[in-house]
């Protein structure tokens, strides 16, 4: 039974940046086919495609309540969640809300077919049994014209006792180096300006290749036509001296780290399951310091890991304190089912959670503060971005300091050089162009 020649499919992204490239890899099936018209949630559309996310409760929450927002919007409309809840818990999925297509990690890069046969026939086929996770699947995000996410490299063989990513996304894998370059050209040639390396262990990239990450930089770096590259988080223990040096040597590789700590305790990172200690981190971040002054270093840490005492949680607080970096990513430890940190007793009230968090929250703006003040008065090269707001345009300098001035279209998705004279409460610099 022939269902329709043309059909309304609209995409909406939950979770991390590797998700919106692939939710944009996914689109592009549909994008390049006559039978679909591609719309944003919450337009009237026929199929609703949600990315999902399952890195907290709150994240799988949120595809819920889409789910029931999209279902009263449109209640003939067909709704498939694919990705990391719909990996992680296909029946509470299907029974909690009513979804008409449940598909994991791996079978999501199938949509485009699956629909199609439905659109031909009427027929929705819902994978019963999960594939493995043996293919990677490459993936850059769409529509922005300054920035893209490029997805080289999936899954991770870490383990971290509190990480659900290993059973949503599988073992760690990536591209050859040559594929990941034909990716880059191909999008040096749509003459986007900034790339964002990103996956889950981007460090690990091309391990079952026998190539590795530092080989992959120095390819991109010769790439003609890429003014930027910008790396999302490199694991500690992967982040080696000759990477560091590569960034500090090179003039399209920013010099901007994003680097997940997690505890300050090294007793907490070792129940944490985590591959280094306060020792390396620490050398890490003075390493990077001595090459790049003004390098922009963010943290990830988690406040309220079960078995993190007070005394832990104070130690995390004077070793981030000690540590010249620009700012930090403050994560609430959430209970994830089936990872080992599910099991551990928690050795806290939850009101002391919040205010871990929050300390942090506020050290963390602290940290900013001192950051930005460094970079007072210094001349930048900043890319503005395509979106203006309020008669501004904004963008960011290679070592990711926020710069807005007043809108003017030759700035639109250019590189220039400024004078940054003062920031204002809402950590933005005002500039002089140069
Ligand atoms: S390194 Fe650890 S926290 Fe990061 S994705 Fe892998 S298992 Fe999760």
Redesign the pocket.
Known sequence: MFLADSMKIAFYTLGCKLNFSETSAIARDFAMSDHYDIMKVPDKADIYVINSCSVTHNAERKCRELIRRLRRQNPVALVAVIGCYSQIKPRELGSAVKVDMVLGSQEKFRLFDIVEQYRNNGILQNCEKRPEFSEFFPAWSGDDRTRKFLKIQDG?????S?????LA?GGSRSDTTAATIDSVKKLAAGQVKELVLTG??IGDFGKQHNETFLGLLNEIDKVKGIERIRLS?V?PDLLYDDIIKLVADSVKIMPHFHI?L?SGSDKVLKEM???YDTRLFARNVEHINSLMPLACIAVDVIAGFPTETGKDFKETVSFIENLPISYMHVFTFSKRENTPAAGLEKRFHSSEKSYRSNSLKELSKKKLNTFYRLNKGRGANVLFESNTFDGFISGFTSNYVRVKTPYSPDLQNNICKVLLTDFSADMQFDCKIL
Not at 156 to 160: K, M, Q
Not at 162 to 166: Q, R
């Open positions: 991770c063989d870490y383990g971290c509190y990480c659900i990513v290993p996304r889950v262990n988080s694991e997940p997690q399951g985590r591959k």
